[in-house]
C-alpha cells in the first residue's frame, strides 16, 4: 500500500519500496513528471530511451500546458484537457491550479463542471474514484478494499440526486467530487493523496439517462425508503472502518435525505453537509463583511440583529443558512426566537407561514404567523426585507421589478443570488447593479465579470463554498478532531469575513480576492483546529503554534527528487 507522510508540506506520496519503473512509472499520475525526470531519475527507474532526452522544467511544463489551455474553444473543452492533465501527472496538474486559481477554477469547478457532468457519459476517459452501486449492497466493505491507499483523511460522497441547481444526474454526478476534492487540496493544501471521490449509485429518476446507451450508471430507478437507509448506513460503517481517519463530506444530495443524513451521522461519525453547511457559512461570511462595508461607508453600525432577510428557495441551502444567521443572532443578544422571526422564505408555493399544511419538517421553524403571499414580489411589497437571498435553482427570478422594490426600501440593498451554475443564478451581477443605480450589495454562487456603471468598476462577490469547506477540512484534519460542530462554520464565517480588508470594501468586494484563498483557508483551518483542541474532540496533540502547524502540513506541488 502507498502511505503519505503527516506532515505533507514539501512532498507528493512517499516513494514506496516498490516504486514503478519503465512505461508503468510513465502511467502513474501520483509520480509520472514526463521530461521533467533528471538523467539520475531516467537511469535508476528504466526511463531511457522513453522520453525525448532533453530535461525541461516543472516551468517549462506549466508554460506548454497553459499555452494549449488557452486555444481550446470551448470550457467544456478546457475542463476535459485538464482531466486529462490530471490522469497523466497530478503534480503538474495542482501546480497550474494554483498558480492559476481564479482563471482555473470556474473551468474545474463551478459552472463548467455542471456541464461535464450533463455530459459525463460522453466525454468519459478514466475512473477516477470510486462508484459504489446499489449491486454492492453486503459487499461495499470488499469494494473499498480495492482502493490502493490507506490513508484517507477527506472523501466527498454524492448520490447524484441533487448535482448543483441541474437536479438529478447520476452516476454521472461524479464530476462534483472529483471537482471538490481538487478544490480541497488547490485552497488548502490537503495532499491529493488523501483524497478519495465517491459516487454511491444507487439509480436515477433522469429519464434522459434511462434512455441514453452512453449513460455509466445503472439504467435503474433510485432505491429509496427502507433500502436507501439500509445501503448508506452499510456505506457508513464499512468506510469509516477502511478509513478511520476520514472527513465524509455529504454533497448534493436531495432535500430530505441531505437533513436526514447529517442529522443521523453527526454525532455518529466525522462528517458535515456542505450545501447545507458550507453554503450557510460563506452566506453569512458575506453578510457580516456586507454590513462591516456599509458600516463604514455610513459611520453607523449596522447590526446583523437589525436585518430582514427573504430567502427564495427552503431546500437545505436556505435553511442552512437560516440556521447559522439564527445562530449568530442568539450569540449577538437575540432570543432564538426573535432571531428566527427575522428570516422569511418563499418557496414554490408561496410565503412559508403557519396556515400551510404541506411543509416540510425543515420548513417548519421558520414558519411565521402571517397571511397567505403567493409570489415573491408581493412577499418583498410586504416584507420590506433588508437582504435578499436566492437559493431556488430558478434562473431569472430575481426580476427587474423585486430588484427596483429592493432599492426603494434600502439604501444599500443587499442581494445574494446564490444558485449554481451561472445559468440558474436568480440574477446577474449587471442587473443587480443596473436597476439599482449601483446601490445593491451583490454576491453570486458562481462567477460574474466586473462590470461598469457611471463610470464606476463593481466587483460582484461570489460566494462560493470553496471560501469555506477546504479549509473547515484542513482544520479538522490537522487536529483529527472526532466530529464537525456548528461552531466550526460559525467560527469558519468569522474568519473568512475578518479576511476582507479595507482595500477589498474599497473595490466593492465581500469576499477575499481568490489569489489570497490558500492564506483565507489557513485562518479558518486554524479556527477549526482551535475549537476542535480546546472542546476535547481532537486526536491529535495539540502544537505550541496551530497556524505554523497548518502551514506546514499543507501540499506545494513540486518535482521533488526520487533519487
Not at 143 to 169: A, F, M, S, Y
Not at 276 to 295: E, H
Not at 440 to 468: D, E
Not at 521 to 550: C, F, H, K, M, N
Amino acid at each position: 500500500m502507498t502511505s503519505v507522510p503527516t506532515n505533507a508540506a514539501d512532498s507528493e506520496v512517499e516513494r514506496p519500496e516498490d516504486m514503478p519503473t519503465g512505461v508503468a512509472l510513465l502511467n502513474n499520475p501520483l509520480y509520472n513528471r514526463g521530461t521533467g525526470f533528471t538523467l539520475a531519475e531516467r537511469e535508476a527507474f528504466n526511463l531511457d530511451g522513453l522520453l525525448p532526452p532533453r530535461v525541461l522544467s516543472m516551468e517549462h511544463h506549466a508554460a506548454r500546458i497553459l499555452q494549449n489551455f488557452h486555444k481550446k474553444p470551448t470550457d467544456l473543452e478546457k475542463y476535459v484537457y485538464l482531466i486529462d492533465l490530471h490522469d497523466r501527472n497530478q503534480t503538474l496538474f495542482y501546480r497550474i491550479l494554483i498558480d492559476n486559481l481564479e482563471e482555473m477554477m470556474p473551468i474545474v469547478y463551478t459552472p463548467t463542471v455542471g456541464q461535464a457532468c450533463q455530459q459525463y457519459g460522453h466525454i468519459f476517459r478514466r475512473p477516477r474514484g470510486l462508484y459504489i452501486s446499489a449491486r454492492d449492497r453486503g459487499q461495499i466493505a470488499e469494494r473499498l478494499k480495492n482502493w490502493p491507499i490507506d490513508d484517507i483523511r477527506v472523501i466527498v460522497v454524492t448520490d447524484g440526486e441533487r448535482i448543483l441547481g441541474l437536479g438529478d444526474l447520476g452516476a454521472n454526478g461524479m464530476g462534483i467530487p472529483i471537482g471538490k476534492l481538487s478544490l480541497y487540496t488547490g485552497c488548502a493544501g490537503i495532499p491529493p493523496a488523501m483524497t478519495l471521490p465517491i459516487t454511491l449509485d444507487i439509480g436515477t429518476e433522469n429519464k434522459d439517462f434511462l434512455d441514453d446507451p452512453l449513460y455509466i450508471g445503472l439504467p435503474q430507478r433510485r432505491l429509496r425508503g427502507a433500502e436507501y437507509d439500509a445501503f448508506i448506513e452499510e456505506f457508513m460503517q464499512a468506510v469509516t472502518e477502511r478509513f478511520p481517519n476520514v472527513l465524509v463530506q455529504f454533497e448534493d444530495f436531495g432535500n430530505q435525505n441531505a437533513f436526514t443524513l447529517l442529522e443521523r451521522y453527526r454525532n455518529r461519525y466525522r462528517v458535515f453537509n456542505d450545501d447545507i453547511q458550507g453554503t450557510a457559512s460563506v452566506t453569512l461570511a458575506g453578510l457580516l463583511a456586507a454590513l462591516r462595508l456599509i458600516t463604514l461607508e455610513s459611520g453607523a453600525t449596522r447590526k446583523l440583529t437589525e436585518q430582514r432577510l427573504l430567502f427564495l428557495g427552503a431546500g437545505e441551502a436556505g435553511v442552512g443558512i437560516a440556521d447559522l444567521v439564527v445562530s449568530e443572532m442568539v450569540k449577538q443578544g437575540l432570543a432564538a426566537e426573535e432571531a428566527r422571526q427575522r428570516c422569511w422564505f418563499v418557496d414554490s408555493h408561496g410565503l412559508v407561514v403557519k396556515s400551510r399544511t404541506d411543509l416540510a419538517a425543515h420548513k417548519l421553524p421558520y414558519a411565521h404567523d402571517h397571511e397567505p403571499v403567493a409570489d415573491l414580489i408581493t412577499a418583498v411589497d410586504e416584507l420590506r426585507p433588508t437582504i435578499l437571498i436566492g437559493v431556488s435553482g430558478q434562473p431569472r427570478t430575481f426580476t427587474r421589478a423585486i430588484i427596483e422594490k429592493m432599492a426603494r426600501f434600502n439604501e444599500r440593498p443587499i442581494i445574494f443570488a446564490l444558485s449554481n451554475p451561472t445559468s440558474k443564478s436568480e440574477c446577474t451581477a449587471e442587473e443587480a447593479y443596473s436597476f439599482t443605480g449601483g446601490r445593491a450589495i451583490f454576491a453570486s454562487g458562481s462567477p460574474f465579470p466586473s462590470y461598469k456603471l457611471y463610470g464606476k468598476t463593481y466587483h460582484p462577490g461570489q460566494g462560493n463554498n470553496s471560501y469555506i469547506f477546504p479549509g473547515v477540512g484542513l482544520g479538522v484534519v490537522v487536529s483529527g478532531a472526532r466530529h464537525v460542530t456548528n461552531e466550526m462554520f460559525e467560527a469558519a464565517a468569522r474568519s473568512l469575513a475578518d479576511q476582507v480588508t479595507e482595500a477589498d470594501m474599497a473595490a466593492g468586494r465581500i469576499y477575499p480576492v481568490l489569489s489570497r484563498i490558500r492564506d483565507v483557508s489557513v485562518a479558518i483551518a486554524t479556527a477549526v483546529a482551535e475549537i476542535a483542541w480546546r472542546e476535547g474532540l481532537a486526536t491529535a496533540p495539540q502544537p505550541d503554534d496551530i497556524g505554523q502547524y497548518v502551514r506546514e502540513f499543507m501540499y506545494d506541488p513540486q518535482y521533488t527528487p526520487l533519487v
